[in-house]
Nanobody
């Protein structure tokens, strides 16, 4: 049973930072492509960042230079470091992976950027 559990969200002022964590169980993240997505109210879920099993990363244009995805294989955990946060980054952030034909999601963690 694959489970993804996100944590680290919260309320932060514009320009601030947060680090999200996604703890995985039932699979080994070092061989998986892991992604962070977000969904703002009234909007579609969108890809924010992805890290492949080989360690390659890619980012949405809107977060390039501000967000960094990384992983700790020993902890089986993926991180999303978010710096220079903007109000438009406000959303529920989800961790994701795909195994064969199945897609797995965490429960999400709320990030609110507001003064």
């Amino acid at each position: 049973q694959v489970q993804l559990v996100e944590s680290g969200g919260g309320l932060v002022q514009p320009g601030g930072s947060l680090r999200l964590s996604c703890a995985a169980s039932g699979t080994t993240i070092s061989i998986r492509t892991m992604g962070w997505y977000r969904q703002a109210p009234g909007k579609q879920r969108e890809l924010v960042a992805v890290i492949t099993g080989g360690g390659s990363t890619d980012y949405a244009d809107s977060v390039k230079g501000r967000f960094t995805i990384s992983r700790d294989n020993a902890k089986n955990t993926v991180y999303l470091q978010m710096n220079s946060l903007k109000p438009e980054d406000t959303a529920v952030y989800y961790c994701n992976t795909k195994i064969l034909l199945r897609t797995f999601w965490g429960q999400g963690t709320q990030v609110t950027v507001s003064s």
